[in-house]
């Protein structure tokens, strides 16, 4: 079945870096545009990066120049490099792909605080 499987999540300081991973299964994972979803507490889910069939990307203007997002189709994963992380980007971090469906992961916590 399809599967979208986040990790590297965790509790950081205030300037620090976690990369995100997500590995996708059941599905032609090149076919796919790839993206990052973020939701704090009380907030709604936002568009943090995406990358499309072609390697483009696009950043949500809160994230860009600290976040990075690629993607290696031979692995099936997508990344998420997080530079310069601040209490802010504190959020639940979902990978979803995206073809004539969508799927979603099951989402990984990041934390950042002093």
């Known amino acids: 079945q399809v599967q979208l499987v986040e990790s590297g999540g965790g509790l950081v300081k205030p300037g620090g870096s976690l990369r995100l991973s997500c590995v996708g299964s059941?599905?032609?994972?090149?076919?796919?545009?790839l993206s990052w979803y973020r939701q704090a507490p009380g907030k709604e889910r936002e568009l943090v990066a995406a990358?499309?069939?072609?390697?483009?990307?696009n950043y949500a203007d809160s994230v860009k120049g600290r976040f990075t997002i690629s993607r290696d189709n031979a692995k099936n994963t997508v990344w998420l490099e997080m530079n310069n992380l601040k209490p802010e980007d504190t959020a639940v971090y979902y990978c979803?792909?995206?073809?004539?469906?969508?799927?979603w992961g099951q989402g990984t916590q990041v934390t950042v605080s002093s």
């Open positions: 979803t792909a995206r073809g004539g469906e969508i799927y």
């Open positions: 059941g599905f032609t994972f090149s076919w796919y545009d």
């Open positions: 990358v499309n069939l072609g390697s483009g990307t």
